[in-house]
């Protein structure tokens, strides 16, 4: 986000405000249960056009319990082109090391986070921490969270 961008966000505080992360419109939501951990690809906000000009307003303001814009503001670049750089692929590696600190830091058993992999650097970035998330239609997961409630239900450490 520019930084005189925050002035045109008119939002209620507390609010959330961040930089905008390349990542050519996909987000990676990460589903965690007990130990097991599981990945979604889903549609998020393209990359911003290269004419900023283009752009109405510097920043995207959105409720996170509505769905996200899908489009700038003014632009009609909604979808990554074929001259947008390609943005390197999800390290599991990496994303099961970011579980496993969150699991961690928060204590909780039953969580997600979504990813943004940045298009130019690759670096990984958690932009969201849910607890008790929805998997549905990701393989593997409804028998993976049965598991883990059964497990704490019999008292074993999950």
């Given amino acids: 986000m520019r930084v005189d961008a925050a002035s045109e966000a008119a939002v209620d505080l ?22 097991s951990v599981f990945t979604a690809e889903k549609r998020s906000l393209p990359a911003a056009p290269a004419d900023a000009a283009g752009i109405a307003s510097g920043a ?8 996200l814009p899908f489009s700038w503001p003014g632009s009609t670049h909604t979808r990554p082109d074929s001259t947008d750089a390609a943005v390197p ?10 579980a496993a600190w969150l699991r961690t830091a928060t204590g ?51």
Wanted: charge should be negative; glycine fraction near 8%; include cysteine.
């Fill in 14 to 35: 507390p609010a959330v405000a961040q930089s905008f992360v390349h990542h050519n419109g996909t987000v990676h939501k990460v589903y965690c249960f007990g130990d």
């Fill in 89 to 98: 692929p999800l390290d599991m590696t990496s994303v099961r090391a970011m």
């Fill in 60 to 67: 995207v303001s959105f409720d996170a319990l509505h769905a």
């Fill in 108 to 158: 909780l058993t039953l969580f997600g986070f979504d990813v943004l992999v940045d298009a130019a650097s690759g670096a990984h970035l958690v932009v969201d921490l849910n607890y008790f998330p929805s998997a549905t239609g990701v393989p593997g997961a409804a028998e993976a969270l049965a598991q883990t409630v059964r497990d704490a239900a019999a008292g074993k450490r999950v």
